[in-house]
C-alpha cells in the first residue's frame, strides 16, 4: 500500500554534482522523518542524511558539507543533494520515510562517480 519510488541515479565524474529524489505514495497518516541510506560495495548499510519534523537534519560524518538533504512535505518528496562527489561515494542510495509505526524503503538507485 505504502511505495517509496526512486529517480536520479546515475553515472557522474568525480567532483560533479547530482540530486536523487524520492516520492512516498500510497496509504500514509504521517510522516515523522524521512532519510537516506547508502551501501558501498561489501559494507554496511549506512545513514548519508536524515531530517525530522520540524527541519532538524544529521549527517553521516563522510559528508563533511557536500551534501544536503530537503523535503516536500506536502507532496511526501525527500531530496538529496550531492556536491564534490569522489569514487569513495560510489554506493546504491536508499531512501528511507518512518510514518506511523513503521519503515519504508525505496528501490534503491546506483551511483557510480568515476576519476
Known amino acids: 500500500q505504502v511505495q517509496l519510488v526512486q529517480s536520479g541515479g546515475g553515472l557522474v565524474q568525480s567532483g560533479g554534482p547530482l540530486r536523487l529524489s524520492c516520492q512516498a505514495s500510497g496509504s500514509i497518516w504521517s510522516i515523522n522523518a524521512m532519510g537516506w541510506y547508502r551501501q558501498r560495495p561489501g559494507k554496511e548499510r549506512e545513514l548519508v542524511a536524515g531530517?525530522?519534523?520540524?527541519?532538524?537534519?544529521k549527517y553521516g560524518d563522510f559528508v563533511k558539507g557536500r551534501f544536503t538533504i530537503s523535503t516536500d512535505n506536502g507532496n511526501n518528496w525527500v531530496y538529496l543533494q550531492m556536491d564534490r562527489l569522489t569514487p569513495e561515494d560510489t554506493a546504491v542510495y536508499y531512501c528511507k520515510v518512518e510514518a506511523g509505526f513503521n519503515n519504508f524503503w525505496g528501490q534503491g538507485t546506483l551511483v557510480t562517480v568515476s576519476s
Open positions: 531530517i525530522i519534523n520540524g527541519g532538524s537534519t
